[in-house]
């Protein structure tokens, strides 16, 4: 008795392989084409037309510092410069803020261990939130309502090449508006980016 073997290989096939499906996406490529991000709307804070603070009265303004306020403000003047554009669902929105540091308050520059312990009882107890390097990121994301990424990177305001990479990367995964942030100084610029 003769065993037979079926093969699903064709004898002719490249490489001695089948392709299981047909490429069906425009131009033959093996990934989806993805649209050329364009800026949509820009801001700068402080403004150089003056105009009114986005941000005025806000209690949250209080933990951060000035270049913290800087980039909320010029975040928020950016997304209302949108007017009613369709902006995405809030899954579909991010924000990258580059250019943060962390910032120790004054009265902890040239104390002991031993001082800061001993004076850290006549903070208020939320006085750490201010020194967060992220904090400005996560409030401009609950200002526009965003639930997507956000990030906050240390490297330089200038650095196009890593916010190229957030948006192709962010794009991928479905975010159709992200907002970014720059900040250098006291001065905070703001671009709203479509995807």
Do not use: F, Y
């Not at 004898?11 to 001695?16: E, L, S």
């Not at 392709?19 to 050329?36: D, F, S, T, Y």
């Not at 009114?52 to 270049?67: H, Y």
């Amino acid at each position: 008795m003769g065993l037979k073997v079926h093969s699903r290989v064709p004898r002719k096939a490249p490489g001695g392989k089948t392709q299981e499906r047909k490429n069906i996406l425009p131009g033959g490529a093996g990934k989806p084409a993805m649209k050329r991000p364009r800026k949509t709307a820009e801001a700068c804070w402080p403004s150089p037309r003056g105009g009114e603070d986005p941000w005025a009265g806000a209690k949250a303004g209080r933990w951060l510092p000035p270049s913290g306020q800087a980039v909320v403000r010029a975040g928020l003047l950016a997304w209302q410069g949108l007017g009613a554009r369709e902006t995405g669902a809030p899954r579909e929105r991010a924000i990258l803020v580059a250019g943060v540091e962390g910032c120790w308050p004054d009265w902890l520059s040239g104390k002991s261990p031993g001082d800061v312990a001993a004076g850290w009882r006549g903070r208020p107890p939320l006085w750490l939130l201010g020194c967060l390097p992220n904090l400005p990121a996560a409030q401009l994301a609950i200002e526009i309502g965003a639930c997507g990424p956000v990030e906050s990177r240390r490297s330089r305001a200038d650095d196009g090449a890593m916010v190229k990479r957030a948006l192709r990367r962010w794009q991928r995964r479905g975010v159709r508006t992200v907002l970014v942030v720059r900040l250098a100084g006291e001065t905070a610029k703001a671009e709203v980016w479509s995807l």
